[in-house]
């Protein structure tokens, strides 16, 4: 089982940046789906960026595109996300995800559905003031 631990959130005011760390135990880093998923008070919870740790390829929501980055530190075995000018709507509680990765072909985005992951982080929220 992985343990994951989320931290990095915080107020700002729109334009901001905030950088959102997720570290990880409890197994190798190596052939993982790594996530970052949020919820905003109620509404369903989405998916925002995801990556493979083993190659690297990412995916993001159409939301986020250009604005938020993920990335990985292998040696710290650690999730970044990266949040560049931010807005209100992105308000929100931030959560990291994993799941084993199952190998398919490296050419292919690790997914960005909920139920695709079975290890969660309690979230750290995330405001964005007008």
């Known amino acids: 089982q992985v343990q994951l631990a989320e931290s990095g959130g915080g107020s700002v005011q729109t334009g901001g940046s905030l950088r959102l760390s997720c570290a990880t135990s409890?197994?190798?880093?190596?052939?993982?789906?790594m996530a970052w998923f949020r919820q905003a008070p109620g509404k369903e919870r989405e998916g925002v960026a995801g990556?493979?740790?083993?190659?690297?390829?990412?995916i993001y929501a159409d939301s986020v595109k250009g604005r938020f980055t993920i990335s990985q530190d292998n040696t710290k075995n650690t999730l970044y996300l990266q949040m560049n000018s931010l807005k209100p709507e992105d308000t929100a509680t931030y959560y990291c995800?994993?799941?084993?990765?199952?190998?398919?072909?490296?050419?292919?985005?690790?997914?960005?559905?909920?139920?695709?992951?079975?290890?969660w982080g309690q979230g750290t929220q995330v405001t964005v003031s007008s």
């Open positions: 995800a994993a799941a084993r990765d199952m190998g398919i072909g490296p050419w292919v985005p690790p997914p960005l559905r909920e139920d695709e992951y079975n290890n």
């Open positions: 990556i493979r740790t083993s190659g690297g390829k990412t």
């Open positions: 409890g197994t190798t880093w190596s052939h993982y789906f």
